[in-house]
């Protein structure tokens, strides 16, 4: 904008005052309209996390939209370091560790007059990285042989425009490279647990091409779904060259198969308009999508509405002292805090159940939702949403429950209308029970107890041989799970987690029996903590300790586990990561390793390295160690917490491609910095509060459900907390209860310093709660 002030300005400065004052005022307007451009989502940048294994995609999508328009270099990915591009596909899952979706690719190409693209070629095309632009809402790129792609999209739909260069042919491969049609991407499929039962294109009046794809098989799980498309052209095309297993189906309207891709003749006009519709319940909802979001055929007001959807999202949180980097990285992440989950139904409600029937939305709510990574997001991205997007937390919550109706239990890690169970644990009962103790509360959230109830009491609930708590009849019989399961110790970890949680909405709900039952089953990690070496260690059936034990050297080493040297027993990681991961009790846990001086002791040893596999220390690359970090303000000693969070904020996150520390899984990752510098994290699961760490920014405020605000404020230098006060009055304790929030302005402000010398929070009455002493508390 300033450059084009300038030019301008260049021919009017001329000797007289007149052209002077002139030339002056209208550089004042230019400089105004600058400031006044200034936007959130210029402080995004989607590139973050396309390489360093972040997995996430830089394409063009809406705040938990269920179309992710988004070029694809390699498989279903978008990999930073490499040089082509092979299509630009529909659907894409972010910062996921196995791949999946991709589906229904576009490769526009420009090629001589009257030529054909034979999609057995299996074209890719080179780009740079200096020809893109990623903003949310928003991608364009400038292709080897000139071809200008932009991408833009609304909640269920997207337009494309494209632009050719000047004496060639405009023509579009669809479902080709990057995709089950290609030979290249069917070879890589059954290694990877991909399948590919085939897609269908037909060719339909007013310029329509529909598609359907089934697909599914998610980090080797049998899930499958089906995606329905219509694309529509703006411009008639001149031909549709349908294409089946390799040959050229001249004569046919229609194509299917496992190799099935179309090439579209769009003519020798240099800009076209494409739109497409998708939907997941029919190829006539797929076109009714498109009509409902995207009746006209303009381009830039698409792509102003999108980003204005993403200026007022991220604007529920506006941050103040922040330098361009950590802004990047904070507001990038808020940006992946919400493409993770996605939006599953129909503009008119209805959307594919579990049940493979067709169902319509429950009673006030908004939308059904997907791709629900449990065992990742409920550590920290549930709880984000839940209080800045209420309605959107509720509805994801509704998502969980409506698909326990369906399918008789909970499923575990949902992709599109499918339980793919990946990941050990039972995790949904954690989603409803923190995304009702932050806040959103627009859902059934008895049913969600109830469902919560029968799965931990009912083995073999579940779909694909799977069920949602693996060895539960094992699991109630000896209050542990046997080590004849190779994550016997983290899986038993993760249900006292999901119990508890459970617990606190039953609490909240009145419900004694309810909260009874979980709080007792969450007390089972107890039969795990061996007496002797004050470790969590695997347990034999027969009630022996596993042999060959060793917490320093990860041993014995799970078999054929990804990373070698995980330990037996745990799933991705080991005794020293999991032994942690029990914030809800805490106090307890402390006591049975003996002392708060031993528990410092080995906090200090896990802590020597920030990002590590298959070693005892901390790993802000996977989920199981995300907490830790607070476990010194349960000890009292909240300074060791502020300088370990400044380090990983500092050490493992950045504003380059590589700038997540590995697999963002839908938000997770990003979710522990964004949580950090905020200054706070919602570390027990279930309960309606958050630890108080160290804020990283002068001034951050939170937009909150109905009109309400919450500001942080960090006075002072360094990042030692000196105090706390809530609303002008000081807050003694590192625990801060939602219920203390309730006003229509709230403020914490945070006094800092360069040097530890407070005993804020350093007093057991003034440290996070803690199960074992709410109990013996509650029992005097």
Same mark, same amino acid.
Not at 14 to 31: E, I, W, Y
């Given at each position: 904008?300033?450059?084009?002030?300038?030019?301008?300005?260049?021919?009017?400065?001329?000797?007289?005052?007149?052209?002077?004052?002139?030339?002056?005022?209208?550089?004042?307007?230019?400089?105004?309209?600058?400031?006044?451009?200034?936007? !959130?989502?210029?402080?995004?940048?989607?590139?973050?996390?396309?390489?360093?294994?972040?997995?996430?995609?830089?394409?063009?999508?809406?705040?938990?939209?269920?179309?992710?328009?988004?070029?694809?270099?390699?498989?279903?990915?978008?990999?930073?370091?490499?040089?082509?591009?092979?299509?630009?596909?529909?659907?894409?899952?972010?910062?996921?560790?196995?791949?999946?979706?991709?589906?229904?690719?576009?490769?526009?190409?420009?090629?001589?007059?009257?030529?054909?693209?034979?999609?057995?070629?299996?074209?890719?095309?080179?780009?740079?990285?200096?020809?893109?632009?990623?903003?949310?809402?928003?991608?364009?790129?400038?292709?080897?042989?000139?071809?200008?792609?932009?991408?833009?999209?609304?909640?269920?739909?997207?337009?494309?425009?494209?632009?050719?260069?000047?004496?060639?042919?405009?023509?579009?491969?669809?479902?080709?490279?990057?995709?089950?049609?290609?030979?290249?991407?069917?070879?890589?499929?059954? &290694?990877?647990?991909?399948?590919?039962?085939?897609?269908?294109?037909?060719?339909?009046?007013?310029?329509?091409?529909?598609?359907?794809?089934?697909?599914?098989?998610?980090?080797?799980?049998?899930?499958?779904?089906?995606?329905?498309?219509?694309?529509?052209?703006?411009?008639?095309?001149?031909?549709?060259?349908?294409?089946?297993?390799?040959?050229?189906?001249?004569?046919?309207?229609?194509?299917?198969?496992?190799?099935?891709?179309?090439?579209?003749?769009?003519?020798?006009?240099?800009?076209?308009?494409?739109?497409?519709?998708?939907?997941? *319940?029919?190829?006539?909802?797929?076109?009714?999508?498109?009509?409902?979001?995207?009746?006209?055929?303009?381009?830039?007001?698409?792509?102003?509405?999108?980003?204005?959807?993403?200026?007022?999202?991220?604007?529920?949180?506006?941050?103040?002292?922040?330098?361009?980097?950590?802004?990047?990285?904070?507001?990038?992440?808020?940006?992946?805090?919400?493409?993770?989950?996605?939006?599953?139904?129909?503009?008119?409600?209805?959307?594919?159940? !579990?049940?493979?029937?067709?169902?319509?939305?429950?009673?006030?709510?908004?939308?059904?939702?997907?791709?629900?990574?449990?065992?990742?997001?409920?550590?920290?991205?549930?709880?984000?949403?839940?209080?800045?997007?209420?309605?959107?937390?509720?509805?994801?919550?509704?998502?969980?429950?409506?698909?326990?109706?369906?399918?008789?239990?909970?499923?575990?890690?949902?992709?599109?209308?499918?339980?793919?169970?990946?990941?050990?644990?039972?995790?949904?009962?954690?989603?409803?029970?923190?995304?009702?103790?932050?806040?959103?509360?627009?859902?059934?959230?008895?049913?969600?107890?109830?469902?919560?109830?029968?799965?931990?009491?009912?083995?073999?609930?579940?779909?694909?041989?799977?069920?949602?708590?693996?060895?539960?009849?094992?699991?109630?019989?000896?209050?542990?799970?046997?080590?004849?399961? *190779?994550?016997?110790?983290?899986?038993?970890?993760?249900?006292?987690?999901?119990?508890?949680?459970?617990?606190?909405?039953?609490?909240?709900?009145?419900?004694?029996?309810?909260?009874?039952?979980?709080?007792?089953?969450?007390?089972?990690?107890?039969?795990?903590?061996?007496?002797?070496?004050?470790?969590?260690?695997?347990?034999?059936?027969?009630?022996?300790?596993?042999?060959?034990?060793?917490?320093?050297?990860?041993?014995?080493?799970?078999?054929?586990?990804?990373?070698?040297?995980?330990?037996?027993?745990?799933?991705?990681?080991?005794?020293?990561?999991?032994?942690?991961?029990?914030?809800?009790?805490?106090?307890?846990?402390?006591?049975?390793?003996?002392?708060?001086?031993?528990?410092?002791?080995?906090?200090?040893?896990?802590?020597?390295?920030?990002?590590?596999?298959?070693? &005892?220390?901390?790993?802000?690359?996977?989920?199981?160690?995300?907490?830790?970090?607070?476990?010194?303000?349960?000890?009292?000693?909240?300074?060791?917490?502020?300088?370990? *969070?400044?380090?990983?904020?500092?050490?493992?996150?950045?504003?380059?491609?590589?700038?997540?520390?590995?697999?963002?899984?839908?938000?997770?990752?990003?979710? *522990?910095?964004?949580?950090?510098?905020?200054?706070?994290?919602?570390?027990?699961?279930?309960?309606?509060?958050?630890?108080?760490?160290?804020?990283?920014?002068?001034?951050?405020?939170?937009?909150?459900?109905?009109?309400?605000?919450?500001?942080?404020?960090?006075?002072?230098?360094?990042?030692?907390?000196?105090?706390?006060?809530?609303?002008?009055?000081?807050?003694?304790?590192?625990?801060?209860?939602?219920?203390?929030?309730?006003?229509?302005?709230?403020?914490?402000?945070?006094?800092?310093?360069?040097?530890?010398?407070?005993?804020?929070?350093?007093?057991?009455?003034?440290?996070? &709660?803690?199960?074992?002493?709410?109990?013996?508390?509650?029992?005097?």
């Amino acid at each position: 904008m300033l450059e084009r002030c300038i030019r301008r300005l260049r021919g009017i400065c001329g000797p007289d005052a007149k052209a002077f004052v002139t030339t002056f005022f209208l550089l004042l307007a230019c400089v105004s309209t600058v400031k006044g451009q200034e936007r !959130l989502i210029d402080s995004v940048d989607p590139m973050i996390g396309t390489t360093n294994g972040g997995n996430t995609y830089p394409g063009a999508t809406l705040p938990f939209g269920m179309i992710q328009w988004s070029p694809d270099t390699d498989q279903n990915f978008y990999f930073y370091d490499q040089k082509k591009i092979r299509g630009f596909s529909l659907t894409h899952l972010s910062g996921g560790g196995c791949p999946l979706f991709g589906d229904m690719p576009i490769l526009p190409l420009s090629v001589p007059p009257n030529a054909t693209r034979d999609p057995k070629q299996l074209e890719s095309v080179a780009f740079k990285h200096t020809d893109e632009v990623a903003q949310p809402g928003y991608y364009s790129v400038k292709l080897a042989d000139g071809t200008i792609v932009e991408l833009t999209s609304s909640d269920r739909s997207g337009m494309a425009r494209l632009t050719f260069p000047k004496g060639r042919h405009a023509g579009v491969l669809v479902n080709g490279p990057g995709s089950a049609s290609a030979d290249v991407h069917i070879s890589f499929l059954p &290694p990877l647990g991909r399948e590919h039962d085939g897609e269908s294109l037909s060719v339909g009046g007013d310029g329509i091409l529909s598609g359907t794809v089934t697909a599914g098989g998610f980090c080797g799980s049998p899930t499958k779904y089906t995606l329905h498309v219509a694309y529509a052209f703006q411009s008639k095309p001149r031909a549709i060259s349908l294409w089946q297993d390799d040959v050229q189906q001249s004569s046919k309207q229609h194509v299917a198969g496992k190799k099935a891709a179309a090439w579209v003749d769009l003519g020798d006009d240099q800009t076209q308009l494409i739109k497409v519709g998708l939907s997941y *319940v029919s190829e006539e909802k797929a076109r009714a999508n498109l009509r409902a979001e995207l009746p006209g055929w303009n381009f830039d007001a698409t792509r102003r509405h999108a980003q204005d959807r993403w200026e007022n999202a991220l604007a529920s949180i506006k941050i103040e002292g922040a330098n361009a980097a950590d802004r990047k990285i904070f507001y990038t992440g808020l940006y992946h805090e919400l493409i993770g989950q996605t939006l599953f139904s129909d503009a008119d409600g209805e959307y594919m159940g !579990l049940d493979n029937k067709v169902h319509h939305l429950h009673p006030g709510q908004t939308g059904q939702y997907t791709n629900i990574s449990d065992w990742d997001i409920y550590r920290n991205t549930v709880q984000l949403q839940a209080l800045l997007f209420p309605q959107e937390a509720s509805d994801l919550a509704q998502s969980l429950v409506n698909d326990a109706e369906q399918l008789g239990s909970y499923p575990r890690w949902v992709t599109a209308n499918d339980g793919s169970y990946v990941m050990g644990g039972d995790s949904p009962p954690i989603i409803v029970s923190s995304i009702y103790a932050f806040g959103a509360r627009k859902f059934d959230a008895k049913s969600a107890l109830k469902y919560a109830d029968k799965v931990a009491t009912i083995p073999g609930l579940g779909q694909h041989g799977r069920t949602e708590r693996d060895n539960l009849a094992d699991y109630l019989k000896l209050g542990y799970i046997p080590s004849s399961n *190779v994550i016997s110790v983290s899986e038993t970890l993760e249900f006292a987690n999901a119990d508890f949680a459970a617990s606190q909405l039953a609490k909240s709900l009145g419900d004694k029996a309810s909260y009874n039952l979980h709080l007792k089953l969450a007390s089972n990690w107890r039969n795990l903590m061996d007496p002797t070496t004050h470790w969590m260690r695997p347990r034999l059936a027969d009630g022996s300790w596993l042999p060959g034990f060793d917490a320093e050297k990860s041993l014995p080493h799970r078999p054929k586990a990804s990373v070698p040297t995980d330990q037996l027993g745990f799933e991705e990681g080991n005794t020293y990561q999991y032994t942690f991961m029990l914030p809800f009790d805490y106090q307890g846990l402390f006591a049975s390793i003996g002392s708060n001086e031993m528990v410092e002791k080995r906090l200090d040893r896990f802590f020597s390295k920030l990002v590590c596999w298959g070693e &005892p220390c901390f790993n802000m690359a996977n989920e199981p160690d995300f907490v830790t970090p607070y476990a010194y303000t349960f000890l009292g000693k909240p300074w060791k917490t502020a300088s370990l *969070v400044t380090r990983i904020e500092d050490e493992t996150f950045n504003a380059t491609p590589g700038g997540i520390p590995g697999n963002d899984d839908l938000g997770a990752t990003s979710g *522990v910095y964004l949580w950090n510098a905020l200054g706070m994290y919602p570390a027990i699961p279930g309960r309606d509060g958050v630890v108080l760490g160290t804020p990283r920014f002068s001034r951050a405020t939170l937009r909150l459900s109905r009109g309400r605000t919450l500001t942080v404020v960090r006075n002072g230098k360094g990042n030692y907390v000196e105090g706390v006060k809530i609303n002008g009055k000081a807050h003694r304790s590192s625990w801060l209860s939602l219920d203390e929030l309730q006003g229509s302005s709230e403020e914490i402000d945070f006094d800092l310093s360069d040097t530890q010398g407070s005993t804020w929070a350093t007093q057991q009455p003034d440290l996070p &709660p803690s199960m074992s002493t709410e109990i013996a508390r509650h029992s005097k």
